[in-house]
Structures are given as structure tokens and as C-alpha cells.
């Protein structure tokens, strides 16, 4: 059952519509769904119920997080978004 969801968590993740939304949580996901545990997944899936442009916004920090979705995995996803900037290049990742 874990596997199922993990795959479609990952499916959500990475076809958001939203280029830079894609990479950065589309490659979170990718790299670290399977290490989180069931309570940091339900955390991760509100975050991706979220509309792109809200969601990119908190993570990239151009506009506050509502204080119910800062948690762990948001912060894990903004130090991924900056190692992806680092290793995608400035106009990827942003």
C-alpha cells in the first residue's frame, strides 16, 4: 500500500504544471519520499494539495508560509531548493 501511494505522491510531485514548481518539488520528491515517515508524507501531501504559485512562493520565500504548513518538510524541500539551484544552474531550481 506505502508503495502505491509513494508512487503517486511522486507522480503529483513532479507533473505540477509549473516548471519551476516541477523541479524543485518534483526532485524533492524523487530524492526523499521514501526516507519520510507516514506522519512527514501527510505533511508533504497538504503541502502539494497547495496551488503552485502559493506553494513556490513560500518555498522560494517571496511570501510568508502559513504557520499550518511550516513544518520539517517544508524546511527539507527549501534546502533541497537550493541544492538543485546550485547543481540545475541559476535558471533552474531558482
Given at each position: 500500500?506505502?508503495?502505491?501511494?509513494?508512487?503517486?505522491?511522486?507522480?503529483?510531485?513532479?507533473?505540477?504544471?509549473?516548471?519551476?514548481?516541477?523541479?524543485?518539488?518534483?526532485?524533492?520528491?524523487?530524492?526523499?519520499?521514501?526516507?519520510?515517515?507516514?506522519?512527514?508524507?501527510?505533511?508533504?501531501?497538504?503541502?502539494?494539495?497547495?496551488?503552485?504559485?502559493?506553494?513556490?512562493a513560500w518555498i522560494i520565500g517571496r511570501e510568508p508560509t502559513p504557520e499550518q504548513f511550516e513544518g520539517e518538510v517544508m524546511d527539507l524541500i527549501r534546502t533541497f531548493r537550493?541544492?538543485?539551484?546550485?547543481?540545475?544552474?541559476?535558471?533552474?531550481?531558482?
Amino acid at each position: 500500500m506505502q508503495d502505491v501511494r509513494l508512487k503517486k505522491l511522486l507522480f503529483r510531485a513532479s507533473h505540477r504544471g509549473f516548471r519551476e514548481a516541477d523541479i524543485i518539488i518534483g526532485g524533492f520528491a524523487e530524492a526523499h519520499l521514501e526516507q519520510l515517515s507516514p506522519d512527514q508524507l501527510d505533511e508533504f501531501e497538504r503541502l502539494i494539495d497547495q496551488e503552485d504559485q502559493y506553494l513556490y512562493a513560500w518555498i522560494i520565500g517571496r511570501e510568508p508560509t502559513p504557520e499550518q504548513f511550516e513544518g520539517e518538510v517544508m524546511d527539507l524541500i527549501r534546502t533541497f531548493r537550493f541544492f538543485a539551484h546550485s547543481t540545475l544552474g541559476a535558471d533552474r531550481g531558482a
